[in-house]
């Protein structure tokens, strides 16, 4: 798990987060995880698509690509919103949280973990370099 939240944290600045619409796929940008009680967490609003379609479908594959290697990710994503500390995490590591409403008492500040994962790390010929089950 560590060394697909590096992969995330520290190497990628975007990391792209697709999910299932209605039938079809649907991808969209995600910025930077954080690393909370042995967990990975993404945040976003409730209010936006993304989360609905999370909630109707929590399978998810997260993608990103560090100009030498690149990650997939394999998971569902669990809500975890009701986890006021998970929450100041998230508050805590980004100075932009609050400015951006992602406060305690904001009902549509989401909060979700990855679970059930299977991460591979390719090189850019397509070759397995490593594979994390968490």
Same mark, same amino acid.
């Given at each position: 798990m560590l060394e697909t939240f590096k992969f995330l944290k520290e190497n990628t600045q975007v990391n792209y987060l697709s999910t299932i619409? !209605? !039938?079809?796929? /649907?991808c969209r940008p995600f910025g930077d995880p954080i690393m909370f009680d042995n967990k990975i967490y993404v945040i976003t609003n409730k209010q936006k698509n993304? /989360?609905?379609q999370i909630c109707k479908n929590n399978n998810v594959c997260i993608v990103a690509y560090d100009g030498e290697r690149w990650i997939r990710i394999n998971c569902q &994503? *669990?809500?975890? /919103?009701?986890? *006021?500390s998970a929450k100041k995490a998230v508050i805590n590591e980004f100075d932009w949280a609050i400015e951006a409403g992602?406060?305690?008492?904001?009902?549509d500040f989401q909060i &979700?973990? *990855? +679970?059930? +994962?299977t991460s591979t790390i390719y090189n850019e010929d397509g070759d397995v370099l490593s594979v994390h089950n968490f």
């Open positions: 619409n !209605g !039938g079809k796929p /649907s993304v /989360s609905n &994503l *669990i809500d975890d /919103s009701n986890n *006021i992602y406060t305690l008492d904001n009902p &979700l973990y *990855i +679970a059930n +994962a």
